[in-house]
């Protein structure tokens, strides 16, 4: 019995010592030299807002998915990863006045696991 729930317990382990790890997101209002310009966490109607994702250790070519979320509604971008030990890559919402309030862009993986999410706010 020892020997089956040890073996469980490893492949626990390396099931995750693959997942992907996200570093950080960071908003803003554009990219420069693959980083933020103008980072904020408030914008304004008529902004295009980027969202930067770094991600890290990446063993596998896959994807994310940024999920841009305004209430009911939401908005899928899907970006390609490379294999990396630092990857960034970006998206952009074009806000208009019908897109006011609380967003919040979600990093999803390409099994549908919520990796990480970013809340701001529109005024």
Do not use: Q
Not at 18 to 24: G, M, N, P, R, Y
Not at 56 to 77: A, E, N
Not at 78 to 106: A, D, H, N, Q
């Amino acid at each position: 019995m020892r020997v089956i729930v040890s073996l469980l317990v490893l492949l626990m382990f390396s099931l995750n010592s693959f997942a992907l790890v996200v570093d950080s997101i960071v908003c803003g209002l554009g990219i420069k030299n693959r980083a933020i310009v103008s980072k904020s966490d408030e914008f304004k109607e008529g902004d295009r807002i980027y969202c930067l994702t770094t991600l890290k250790d990446i063993r596998d070519k896959t994807y994310i998915i940024h999920r841009w979320v305004l209430d009911d509604r939401h908005f899928d971008v899907r970006l390609s990863v490379r294999p990396s030990f630092r990857f960034r890559t970006w998206s952009y919402k074009t806000i208009y006045p019908s897109m006011r309030g609380v967003w919040k862009l979600e990093v999803i993986d390409n099994n549908g696991k919520l990796l990480k999410e970013k809340v701001f706010i529109v005024r």
